[in-house]
């Protein structure tokens, strides 16, 4: 993972997509795959700034994935 992305893990997916979405390439990918290609058509990795934030809300990091 990452050596700038640490924080505490709560579900057993987030570590794995905490690593995929960490990678440049792999955001820029799926950027341009799923937003509007004139908004994403010069978008290069090195425009990107990773930002080690969690942006799940309080409630739900208590609740219990089945």
Do not use: C, R, W
Not at 4 to 15: A, G, P, Q, R, T
Request: aromatic share 8%; net charge positive.
């Amino acid at each position: 993972m990452n050596k700038n992305v640490k924080k505490e893990i709560y579900h057993i997916h987030d570590k794995s997509y905490k690593d995929l979405y960490s990678k440049k390439e792999i955001a820029v990918d799926l950027l341009k795959n799923f937003v509007n290609k004139e908004i994403t058509k010069g978008l290069k990795p090195e425009d990107l700034t990773l930002v080690n934030k969690s942006y799940i809300h309080q409630i739900m990091k208590n609740q219990k994935v089945i």
